[in-house]
C-alpha cells in the first residue's frame, strides 16, 4: 500500500496506533521517509541514516520536547502538574546540564553496581519462574514481565517490594500523560498520578540522606558529599526517570520478545540447545521487537532532513521501530533472524549523547531471563486465538496481555 493510499484510508496512519505499526512504516521508508502527518502535526522520520543524524545533532534537534505531553493539557491537570515542582530527568535535558548530570549518575550506574546486583536479579526471576511453573498457563506481562524488573530496578534503587505495585502504578500515569492521548477527565486521574510519584521520588532523597544505604540515591548523595557537581532535585529528577525507564521499558522487552519467539520457534528452540547465543538473539530481539520505537525533538532552526526541508518549530518524530528494520542497513529487515550480524546497531537505546544510561542492565537482566525460559518451559506457546491489544501512545510498544502455556502437561 502506498503513502497516498494510507494517508487516505482513516487509521491507517495514526502515530498513537503501535499495534501494527510497520507496513505503514515500510511505506514511508520507501516513498517518504520524512513525511508531515497532517493529523499530528509530526514530522514522521522513518530511515535509518535519517534518525541517525537527528540523534546526533542535538544542537539543531533539542531534546527539550522528549517529556513533552503530546497533547495539550487541560486546565485542571495543568494545575497539578505545576504544583508538584517537577525537575525533568537526562533525556529531556541538553548540554551543558546534561553532560553535568550525567557525568556523576554514570558513577552510581555502572558496571560495577550492574555486576554487584547479578545474584540478585537471578534469585528474582528464579523465584517468580518458580511461582509461574505452579500456574502453568497464565498472562506473562502480568505474572513475570511486571513484577521482575521492577523488583530488580527498585532493589538497586533501594525501594521496599511492598512499594513496587504504586510505583508501577504511578509510571504508568507518566507514561499516558507524557505518551498518550488522554481525555481531560483521563488526563487529572494521570496528573495527580504523576506528583504522586515525583513526591515518592524527592521523600526517597531526603530518607536517603538521613540513612544512606548500598543504592543508586545513597551513591548520588556520597558523591554529592564528595564535590560532585549536582542537587537534590536533580537526584530526585534521575530517581523519577530511572525508575520509570529502567522497568517499564524492560517489562516491554521481555513481553515483546516472548511473542517474537514464540512465533519463531526455530530461533527460541535454537537458544534452548546452544545459551552462548543469547547475546546475539538479545541485539536481535531489542532490533526486531523494541520496547521504545518512537523518540521526539524539536528543531531549532529552519533545517533539512534527508533532503527535506522542516522548518524551525517543528515536532520530529523518529521511528527508530522503523529505522530498526530498513533494508538498506539491515538486509532483510522485516524477517527476524538471530544470526544476524549486524543487529548490535540497532537504534532503540538511541543514539549520541542521549544514548540509553541502562542498556547494561537491561541486556543482562534480560538474557538471565531468556536463558532460564528456554531452559525451564522449551515447549511454551502462545495461549491459541489470542488477540494481543497494544498501549495506545506514541512510543511505548507494550503488549497489554500475553497469554501462555507452560506445556508442562500434568
Known amino acids: 500500500m502506498s503513502v497516498a493510499e494510507l494517508s487516505r484510508e482513516a487509521g491507517k496512519i495514526d502515530i498513537f496506533d503501535l499495534s501494527a505499526p510497520h507496513a505503514a512504516w515500510k511505506a514511508l521508508r520507501e516513498e517518504a521517509p520524512v513525511y508531515h502527518d497532517p493529523a499530528s502535526g509530526y514530522w514522521v522520520v522513518t530511515a535509518y541514516d535519517d534518525i541517525k543524524a537527528v540523534f546526533d545533532d542535538y544542537q539543531t534537534f533539542s531534546a527539550e520536547i522528549a517529556q513533552e505531553p503530546t497533547k495539550p493539557l487541560c486546565d485542571e ?67 513475570v514481565a511486571y513484577p521482575v524488573p521492577a523488583l530488580v ?160 518549530g517543528a515536532k520530529i518524530l523518529m521511528a527508530m521501530g522503523s529505522g530498526n528494520r530498513d533494508e538498506s542497513v539491515f538486509p532483510g529487515g522485516e524477517e527476524f533472524d538471530i544470526h544476524r550480524a549486524n543487529a548490535r546497531n540497532h537504534l532503540t537505546f538511541g543514539y549520541g549523547i542521549h544514548f540509553c544510561i541502562g542498556f547494561q542492565l537491561a541486556k543482562m537482566e534480560f538474557g538471565i531471563m531468556l536463558r532460564e525460559l528456554t531452559k525451564r518451559f522449551p515447549n511454551m506457546t502462545l495461549t491459541d486465538g489470542q488477540n494481543i491489544d497494544y498501549l495506545k501512545n506514541i512510543s511505548f510498544r507494550v503488549p497489554l496481555k500475553v497469554e501462555v502455556d507452560l506445556g508442562l502437561g500434568g
Open 77 to 143: 491537570a495543568k494545575r497539578i502538574i505545576a504544583k508538584g515542582g517537577f525537575t525533568s530527568g537526562l533525556s529531556a535535558r541538553m548540554p551543558p546540564d546534561h553532560t553535568r548530570i550525567r557525568k556523576v549518575a554514570q558513577t552510581a550506574f555502572g558496571p560495577r553496581r550492574f555486576k554487584s546486583i547479578e545474584p540478585k536479579i537471578e534469585a528474582i526471576i528464579d523465584r517468580t519462574l518458580n511461582e509461574a511453573a505452579e500456574l502453568g498457563q497464565f498472562d506473562f506481562f502480568r505474572q
Open 153 to 312: 530496578l527498585f532493589t538497586m534503587m533501594g525501594i521496599p517490594d511492598e512499594d513496587v505495585p504504586k510505583v508501577k502504578d504511578w509510571a504508568v500515569s507518566r507514561a499516558l500523560v507524557t505518551w498518550g492521548d488522554l481525555s481531560d477527565e483521563e488526563q487529572v486521574v494521570h496528573a495527580q498520578g504523576m506528583v504522586d510519584y515525583w513526591a515518592y521520588c524527592r521523600a526517597l532523597v531526603d530518607a536517603r540522606r538521613e540513612n544512606p544505604g548500598d543504592d543508586f540515591p545513597s551513591d548520588l548523595l556520597k558523591a554529592q558529599a564528595e564535590g560532585a557537581d549536582i542537587t537534590d532535585e536533580e537526584i530526585a529528577g534521575l530517581m523519577y526517570s530511572t525508575l520509570f525507564a529502567g522497568h517499564e521499558t524492560t517489562t516491554t522487552l521481555m513481553s515483546n520478545a516472548v511473542i517474537t519467539l514464540m512465533h519463531n520457534r526455530d530461533a527460541w528452540d535454537a537458544i534452548r540447545e546452544d545459551p552462548s547465543l543469547i547475546p546475539a538473539a538479545t541485539e536481535e530481539i531489542l532490533r526486531y521487537s523494541p520496547s521504545i520505537v518512537c523518540w521526539r525533538r524539536l528543531a531549532k532552526a529552519d533545517t533539512q532532513i534527508g533532503g527535506v526541508d522542516v522548518p524551525a
